[in-house]
């Protein structure tokens, strides 16, 4: 494996555990506020969506036999 299927690797797992974290937060309903400003669940449910997408974008592409 070389240094950027690895890097690839590791975006994928954080985003991964983005993903499981807004996950969770679904769940559980877990209230977010930042300031006076309490963050909607609806924001969760479109990070959740992006970083799924991401994580399985990248481990795929980190997987692919490089062309060289």
Do not use: D, E
């Amino acid at each position: 494996m070389n240094r950027q299927q690895t890097g690839l690797r590791v975006a994928s797992v954080l985003f991964g555990l983005f993903a499981i974290g807004h996950l969770y937060r679904l769940i559980k309903q877990i209230p977010v506020q930042v300031g006076n400003h309490q963050i909607p669940m609806g924001l969760s449910w479109i990070a959740l969506i992006i970083a799924a997408v991401l994580c399985i974008w990248l481990w795929r592409l980190a997987s692919t036999p490089s062309s060289r």
